[in-house]
Protein backbone atom coordinates (compact mmCIF):
# COMPACT_ATOMS: atom_id res chain seq x y z
CA UNK A 1 0.00 0.00 0.00
CA UNK A 2 1.90 3.04 -1.40
CA UNK A 3 0.66 6.02 1.07
CA UNK A 4 3.09 8.42 -1.07
CA UNK A 5 3.20 8.11 -4.86
CA UNK A 6 5.69 9.69 -7.48
CA UNK A 7 3.45 8.38 -11.02
CA UNK A 8 6.61 10.22 -13.01
CA UNK A 9 9.28 7.85 -13.10
CA UNK A 10 11.38 10.01 -15.25
CA UNK A 11 11.02 13.71 -16.74
CA UNK A 12 13.02 15.37 -19.43
CA UNK A 13 13.40 19.35 -19.33
CA UNK A 14 15.29 22.11 -21.69
CA UNK A 15 17.93 23.79 -19.64
CA UNK A 16 16.24 27.32 -18.49
CA UNK A 17 13.06 25.78 -18.59
CA UNK A 18 10.36 25.05 -15.65
CA UNK A 19 10.82 21.35 -13.80
CA UNK A 20 7.54 20.25 -11.71
CA UNK A 21 7.88 17.50 -10.45
CA UNK A 22 4.57 15.92 -8.66
CA UNK A 23 3.66 13.97 -5.72
CA UNK A 24 0.31 12.35 -4.14
CA UNK A 25 -0.79 11.38 -0.58
CA UNK A 26 -3.13 9.34 0.65
CA UNK A 27 -3.18 9.60 4.11
CA UNK A 28 -4.70 12.87 5.72
CA UNK A 29 -2.62 12.22 8.87
CA UNK A 30 0.48 13.80 7.36
CA UNK A 31 1.38 17.36 7.80
CA UNK A 32 4.98 17.36 6.81
CA UNK A 33 6.46 17.21 3.40
CA UNK A 34 9.97 17.07 2.14
CA UNK A 35 11.68 16.49 -1.11
CA UNK A 36 15.02 14.84 -1.66
CA UNK A 37 17.39 15.05 -4.01
CA UNK A 38 19.82 11.79 -4.90
CA UNK A 39 23.06 11.99 -7.14
CA UNK A 40 24.10 8.06 -8.32
CA UNK A 41 25.93 6.29 -6.02
CA UNK A 42 25.27 9.24 -3.05
CA UNK A 43 22.32 9.01 -0.22
CA UNK A 44 19.68 11.64 -0.79
CA UNK A 45 19.94 14.92 0.70
CA UNK A 46 17.36 17.32 2.11
CA UNK A 47 15.73 19.70 -0.72
CA UNK A 48 13.00 21.29 0.95
CA UNK A 49 10.01 21.08 2.94
CA UNK A 50 6.83 22.39 3.35
CA UNK A 51 4.29 21.88 6.59
CA UNK A 52 0.24 21.54 6.02
CA UNK A 53 -0.56 25.08 7.88
CA UNK A 54 1.12 26.51 4.38
CA UNK A 55 0.81 26.16 0.89
CA UNK A 56 3.86 27.22 -0.88
CA UNK A 57 7.49 27.48 0.45
CA UNK A 58 10.21 28.94 -1.76
CA UNK A 59 14.20 28.38 -1.24
CA UNK A 60 16.02 30.21 -4.24
CA UNK A 61 14.98 28.25 -7.14
CA UNK A 62 12.87 25.69 -5.52
CA UNK A 63 9.59 25.94 -4.56
CA UNK A 64 6.96 23.21 -3.18
CA UNK A 65 3.40 23.74 -3.38
CA UNK A 66 0.78 22.08 -1.28
CA UNK A 67 -2.59 21.28 -2.29
CA UNK A 68 -4.29 19.68 1.08
CA UNK A 69 -7.58 19.11 -0.35
CA UNK A 70 -5.77 17.45 -3.28
CA UNK A 71 -3.67 15.38 -1.18
CA UNK A 72 -0.82 16.49 -3.32
CA UNK A 73 2.41 18.28 -3.68
CA UNK A 74 4.57 19.67 -6.18
CA UNK A 75 7.89 20.80 -6.53
CA UNK A 76 8.97 23.41 -8.92
CA UNK A 77 12.28 23.94 -10.29
CA UNK A 78 13.07 27.84 -12.40
CA UNK A 79 15.40 27.59 -13.95
CA UNK A 80 16.37 23.81 -14.33
CA UNK A 81 19.89 23.53 -14.40
CA UNK A 82 22.17 20.24 -15.82
CA UNK A 83 23.14 19.98 -12.60
CA UNK A 84 19.43 19.91 -11.35
CA UNK A 85 19.53 16.26 -12.97
CA UNK A 86 19.21 13.77 -10.26
CA UNK A 87 16.21 11.40 -8.66
CA UNK A 88 14.10 13.38 -6.85
CA UNK A 89 11.83 11.54 -4.16
CA UNK A 90 9.06 13.42 -2.05
CA UNK A 91 8.45 12.31 1.33
CA UNK A 92 6.01 12.87 3.93
CA UNK A 93 5.37 12.27 7.79
CA UNK A 94 2.85 12.79 10.50
CA UNK A 95 3.75 14.03 13.70
CA UNK A 96 1.76 11.60 15.75
CA UNK A 97 4.13 8.60 14.08
CA UNK A 98 7.20 9.79 15.68
CA UNK A 99 8.50 10.95 12.95
CA UNK A 100 8.68 8.47 11.03
CA UNK A 101 9.53 10.00 6.78
CA UNK A 102 7.66 7.77 4.31
CA UNK A 103 9.29 8.06 0.66
CA UNK A 104 7.49 7.95 -2.74
CA UNK A 105 9.14 5.74 -5.57
CA UNK A 106 11.31 8.41 -6.94
CA UNK A 107 11.06 10.74 -10.23
CA UNK A 108 14.48 10.63 -12.36
CA UNK A 109 14.76 14.36 -13.97
CA UNK A 110 17.13 15.10 -16.77
CA UNK A 111 17.94 18.61 -17.88
CA UNK A 112 19.45 19.30 -20.84
CA UNK A 113 21.77 21.67 -22.01
CA UNK B 1 31.41 16.89 10.71
CA UNK B 2 31.14 13.17 9.64
CA UNK B 3 27.81 12.01 8.51
CA UNK B 4 26.32 9.02 8.81
CA UNK B 5 28.52 5.94 8.08
CA UNK B 6 27.73 2.82 6.40
CA UNK B 7 29.54 -0.54 5.66
CA UNK B 8 30.41 -2.30 3.67
CA UNK B 9 29.65 0.02 1.00
CA UNK B 10 29.12 -2.76 -1.64
CA UNK B 11 28.50 -6.20 -1.05
CA UNK B 12 28.45 -9.20 -2.94
CA UNK B 13 27.65 -12.67 -1.23
CA UNK B 14 25.84 -15.97 -2.43
CA UNK B 15 22.16 -16.76 -1.91
CA UNK B 16 21.89 -18.62 2.03
CA UNK B 17 24.73 -16.55 3.52
CA UNK B 18 24.19 -14.00 6.59
CA UNK B 19 24.80 -10.19 5.33
CA UNK B 20 25.21 -7.70 8.13
CA UNK B 21 25.50 -4.14 7.48
CA UNK B 22 26.41 -1.36 10.06
CA UNK B 23 25.74 2.37 10.09
CA UNK B 24 27.54 4.91 12.85
CA UNK B 25 24.52 7.72 12.51
CA UNK B 26 25.39 10.74 13.55
CA UNK B 27 26.99 12.04 16.79
CA UNK B 28 23.63 13.39 18.84
CA UNK B 29 21.15 12.28 16.76
CA UNK B 30 18.04 10.18 18.70
CA UNK B 31 16.68 8.37 15.68
CA UNK B 32 17.88 6.03 13.18
CA UNK B 33 16.04 4.66 10.41
CA UNK B 34 17.11 1.81 7.87
CA UNK B 35 15.87 2.00 4.66
CA UNK B 36 15.68 -0.02 1.29
CA UNK B 37 15.55 1.04 -1.99
CA UNK B 38 14.33 -0.48 -5.17
CA UNK B 39 13.33 0.51 -8.31
CA UNK B 40 9.42 -0.37 -7.78
CA UNK B 41 8.95 0.70 -4.40
CA UNK B 42 11.62 3.75 -4.31
CA UNK B 43 12.43 4.07 -0.65
CA UNK B 44 10.84 1.46 1.76
CA UNK B 45 11.31 2.61 5.40
CA UNK B 46 12.56 -1.07 7.04
CA UNK B 47 12.83 -0.24 10.78
CA UNK B 48 13.31 3.16 13.03
CA UNK B 49 14.85 3.60 16.00
CA UNK B 50 14.10 6.24 18.65
CA UNK B 51 16.66 6.39 21.50
CA UNK B 52 18.24 3.03 20.89
CA UNK B 53 14.40 1.63 21.06
CA UNK B 54 12.92 0.27 18.10
CA UNK B 55 9.77 2.01 17.43
CA UNK B 56 8.28 0.49 14.19
CA UNK B 57 9.48 -2.75 12.39
CA UNK B 58 6.37 -3.14 10.07
CA UNK B 59 8.67 -2.43 7.03
CA UNK B 60 10.60 -5.59 7.91
CA UNK B 61 9.90 -7.27 4.88
CA UNK B 62 10.11 -11.24 6.69
CA UNK B 63 11.89 -12.74 9.40
CA UNK B 64 15.08 -13.35 7.69
CA UNK B 65 15.60 -9.47 8.71
CA UNK B 66 16.75 -8.13 11.99
CA UNK B 67 18.16 -4.98 13.17
CA UNK B 68 19.43 -4.13 16.67
CA UNK B 69 20.92 -1.00 17.84
CA UNK B 70 23.04 -1.80 21.14
CA UNK B 71 24.23 1.87 21.74
CA UNK B 72 23.57 5.22 20.32
CA UNK B 73 26.71 5.22 17.77
CA UNK B 74 25.88 1.74 16.24
CA UNK B 75 23.03 -0.37 14.36
CA UNK B 76 23.22 -3.39 12.51
CA UNK B 77 20.77 -4.63 9.95
CA UNK B 78 21.22 -8.52 9.16
CA UNK B 79 19.93 -10.63 6.38
CA UNK B 80 20.08 -14.64 7.12
CA UNK B 81 19.84 -16.20 4.86
CA UNK B 82 20.26 -13.87 2.09
CA UNK B 83 18.35 -14.52 -1.13
CA UNK B 84 18.49 -12.87 -4.71
CA UNK B 85 15.37 -10.59 -4.38
CA UNK B 86 17.40 -8.76 -1.69
CA UNK B 87 20.00 -7.09 -4.02
CA UNK B 88 18.91 -3.64 -3.23
CA UNK B 89 21.07 -0.29 -1.46
CA UNK B 90 20.55 -0.21 1.78
CA UNK B 91 20.45 3.10 3.40
CA UNK B 92 21.08 4.36 7.11
CA UNK B 93 19.69 7.33 8.04
CA UNK B 94 19.63 9.56 11.28
CA UNK B 95 18.01 12.60 12.94
CA UNK B 96 17.91 14.37 15.74
CA UNK B 97 14.32 14.40 16.60
CA UNK B 98 11.21 13.67 15.19
CA UNK B 99 10.30 16.02 13.19
CA UNK B 100 13.79 17.81 12.17
CA UNK B 101 16.05 16.69 8.87
CA UNK B 102 16.81 13.10 7.88
CA UNK B 103 20.27 12.71 7.12
CA UNK B 104 21.08 9.51 4.64
CA UNK B 105 24.22 7.66 4.45
CA UNK B 106 25.79 7.00 1.39
CA UNK B 107 24.41 3.67 1.07
CA UNK B 108 25.16 -0.08 1.27
CA UNK B 109 24.72 -1.76 -2.05
CA UNK B 110 24.10 -5.62 -1.68
CA UNK B 111 24.21 -8.02 -4.26
CA UNK B 112 22.69 -11.77 -3.61
CA UNK B 113 24.00 -14.18 -6.58
Known amino acids: DQQVKQNSPSLSVQEGRISILNCDYTNSMFDYFLWYKKYPAEGPTFLISISSIKDKNEDGRFTVFLNKSAKHLSLHIVPSQPGDSAVYFC????????????FGQGTELSVKP | DAGVIQSPRHEVTEMGQEVTLRCKPI?????LFWYRQTMMRGLELLIYFNNNVPIDDSGMPEDRFSAKMPNASFSTLKIQPSEPRDSAVYFCASETGPGNTIYFGEGSWLTVV
Open chain 1, 91 to 102: AASANNQGGKLI
Open chain 2, 27 to 31: SGHNS
